[in-house]
C-alpha cells in the first residue's frame, strides 16, 4: 500500500509563503490527490485536489492564494501558499485517492500574526 509522507511545513509570519510536498512511496500516476487541513478544535476540511488528469480544484475560501501541483515522475505532491494568514494555521494532511484510501501523518503550519 502506498504510504505518504508530507513535509514543509513550519512557522511563518502572516504575509509570507510556504510550499508543501508530499512524497508517496508509490506511483501516484492513476491517483486523485488532495491536500486537507485541521485547525486546532476544527474539524478537517479540504483544502485542494489535483486528478490523474491534472485538473486542479479549491475550496473557495482559499481566494486564490493555494496553488497545488503533482510531479508523477518524483510520485510527490505540492501545495504552493501564499499570502498565509493567521486562519491557515492547522495541521495539513496529503491523501491519495486510487486504488485504496491513504492519508499522511501531516505537517504543522503555523502563521504568526
Known amino acids: 500500500q502506498v504510504q505518504l509522507v508530507e513535509s514543509g511545513g513550519g512557522l511563518v509570519q502572516a504575509g509570507g509563503s510556504l510550499r508543501l510536498s508530499c512524497a508517496a512511496s508509490g506511483s501516484i500516476l492513476a491517483a486523485t490527490m488532495g491536500w486537507y487541513r485541521q485547525a486546532p478544535g476544527k474539524g478537517r476540511e479540504w483544502v485542494a485536489k489535483?486528478?490523474?488528469?491534472?485538473?486542479?480544484m479549491y475550496a473557495a475560501s482559499l481566494k486564490g492564494r493555494f496553488t497545488i501541483s503533482r510531479d508523477n515522475a518524483k510520485n510527490t505532491v505540492y501545495l504552493q501558499m501564499n499570502s498565509l494568514e493567521p486562519e491557515d494555521t492547522a495541521v495539513y494532511y496529503c491523501r491519495y485517492s486510487g486504488y485504496a484510501d491513504v492519508w499522511g501523518q501531516g505537517t504543522q503550519v503555523t502563521v504568526s500574526s
Open positions: 489535483i486528478t490523474r488528469g491534472g485538473s486542479t
